[in-house]
């Protein structure tokens, strides 16, 4: 029996029926420094002030911009569950709003030297995640690393941060012509939203949407949408040197009063923003797992 095949039967063994599963939110990017990490905190933050339970996974290996960010310092990363060295409950740190923060640390690259009874244990345990939270969001790195696409192509519902520059909307592009190719890409279940960041004015972030939309339409057939658009917001910079979230340190900002919009219009169930399956952090995980193994 191969290592794939005894992964199936670890995770069938697993499968227990739990009411409550998270819905997850993997946010990614084309390009470094478009303020993707500020949008997913700043999301987790608002969703967080409409009463939900929100943890932050931060995916972004080798780099601590949320741990930066939130002023947080992590003793802890997913790398000591994945071995069985702590629990979830012990690896979680709490922000502001009550968020909690997850560091990835080496957390992907451990699956390579994971035996079967870590893999067992591992993906058991994020049950206990999914009981966490009401919402997880992964920051993931930006660009088409192995590890971004990963946890993009396992994700039925992701968030492209994009910002007016060109090369910005290139890369986002890029990113995803890369996931169109991933032979383990479901277009049908999976929602992408596109973010339109830093845009001076209303017109400019929808015509960045349309520039965007109408090629990936075109040459990859996907369907995009526009989830919102943050302004350019001096406000936003300051609250990044004070290490203080901008929908903490400035609530009534234009960028703070943008992320308020979208965590709102995310949260409708109404039909008016299509609602992907919560299938929860353990379904995500287990389907890197099995990507890994193949």
Do not use: W
Not at 214 to 234: A, H, N, Q, R, S
């Amino acid at each position: 029996m191969d290592q794939a095949e005894n992964l199936r039967n670890i995770i069938k063994k697993k499968t227990v029926i739990h009411e409550n599963l998270a819905r997850v939110i993997t946010v990614t990017s084309g390009k470094g420094g478009v303020g993707k990490t500020s949008f997913s905190v700043n999301l987790a933050i608002q969703f967080a002030k409409q009463g939900k339970r929100v943890i932050i996974l931060d995916a972004d290996f080798g780099l601590a911009n949320i741990e930066v960010m939130l002023g947080i310092r992590p003793q802890f990363t997913l790398a000591d569950v994945m071995l069985g060295r702590k629990t979830l409950k012990e690896v979680i740190t709490y922000g502001p709003e009550n968020i909690g923060f997850l560091s990835g640390g080496s957390g992907i690259r451990e699956f390579a030297n994971m035996n079967n009874g870590q893999i067992s244990s591992f993906v058991g345990r994020l049950y206990e995640l999914d009981e966490m939270a009401d919402v997880i969001i992964i920051d993931t790195g930006s660009g088409i690393s192995d590890t971004v696409m990963e946890f993009v192509v396992a994700s039925s519902e992701v968030m492209v941060v994009v910002t007016p520059e060109p090369t910005s909307i290139t890369d986002a592009y890029s990113l995803l012509k890369t996931l169109k190719r991933k032979v383990n890409f479901n277009q049908q279940d999976t929602t992408i939203r596109i973010v339109g960041n830093r845009v001076r004015k209303r017109s400019e972030g929808l015509e960045l949407f349309d520039k965007l939309n109408v090629v990936v339409k075109k040459f990859l057939g996907i369907e995009l949408e526009l989830i919102g658009l943050i302004p350019y917001d001096d406000k936003c910079q300051l609250s990044i040197m004070k290490q203080s979230p901008v929908s903490i340190e400035y609530p009534n900002a234009p960028s703070s009063r943008a992320f308020g919009e979208i965590a709102m219009l995310l949260s409708y169930e109404n039909g008016e923003v299509k609602m992907p399956k919560n299938d929860g952090i353990r379904a995500l995980f287990s389907s890197i797992i099995r990507l890994k193994t193949k």
